[in-house]
């Protein structure tokens, strides 16, 4: 059974900081993994998107890398800013069909 | 508007009571996604369609719960008899048949069951 887990479940950091988000999961065999954010009371959004077969993703201040063998993905955000704030969710799926999500962490980037 | 979206957003029943959701996807995707969220955690697979054909379903799923998708496009999630433990956010995904399989989410049935 695959297990997703995030560290910290927390975080709080001043503007500006570069700070860097971990997800780490069980079953190697993954298809791709997700990350995503999602805002209080509202839905999720899609964030990156990295294939078994690629190291890692850019998009903007946002870079996930992807690591199968050691079951290890990381979301590094450059130069946090207030509105980042928001809790971020991996989702790693081992099929094409069923994601198993972590619990997420809560960012709180201070003004 | 061409996201997902989901209907209603809020409902509260009283135990016992059915309650059905329903879920449109974004057009020309063809995989939906049901998922259910608490306060807390991350969103919890219940099943998923190809189409049409429901190919899997969560052990979350009980004997309760059913999910269709008749036509290929709209997806309806019932619970059947519901108690306290089915309250939480029910979310719906869809995603494109390509090798992306980006999910798109919708905001969600917020559930309270009294």
């Known amino acids: 059974k695959q297990e997703v887990t995030q560290i910290p479940a927390a975080l709080s950091v001043p503007e500006g900081e570069n700070l860097v988000l971990n997800c780490s999961f069980t079953?190697?065999?993954?298809?791709?993994l997700q990350w995503f954010r999602q805002d209080p009371g509202k839905g999720l959004t899609s964030l990156l998107l990295?294939?078994?077969?690629?190291r890692e993703q850019t998009s903007g201040r946002l870079n996930a890398s992807l690591d199968k063998s050691s079951g290890r993905s990381t979301l590094y955000i450059a130069a946090s800013q207030p509105g980042d704030s928001a809790t971020y969710l991996c989702a790693v799926n081992t099929n094409a069909g069923k994601s198993t999500f972590g619990d997420g962490t809560t960012l709180t980037v201070k003004p | 508007d061409t996201g997902v979206s989901q209907d209603p957003r809020h409902k509260i029943t009283k135990r016992g009571q059915n309650v059905t959701f329903r879920c449109d996807p974004i057009?020309?995707?063809?995989?939906l996604y049901w998922y259910r969220q608490t306060l807390g955690q991350g969103p919890e697979f219940l099943t998923y369609?190809?189409?049409?054909?429901?190919?899997?379903k969560s052990r979350l799923l009980s004997d309760r719960f059913s999910a269709e998708r008749p036509k290929g496009s709209f997806s309806t999630l019932e619970i059947q008899r519901t108690e306290q433990g089915d309250s939480a956010m029910y979310r719906c995904?869809?995603?494109?048949?390509?090798?992306?399989?980006?999910?798109?989410f919708g905001p969600g049935t917020r559930l309270l069951v009294l």
């Open positions: 057009s020309e995707h063809n995989r």
């Open positions: 995904a869809s995603s494109p048949h390509n090798n992306e399989e980006t999910q798109y």
């Open positions: 079953d190697s065999a993954i298809y791709n």
């Open positions: 369609f190809q189409n049409e054909a429901q190919l899997e």
């Open positions: 990295i294939q078994s077969s690629q």
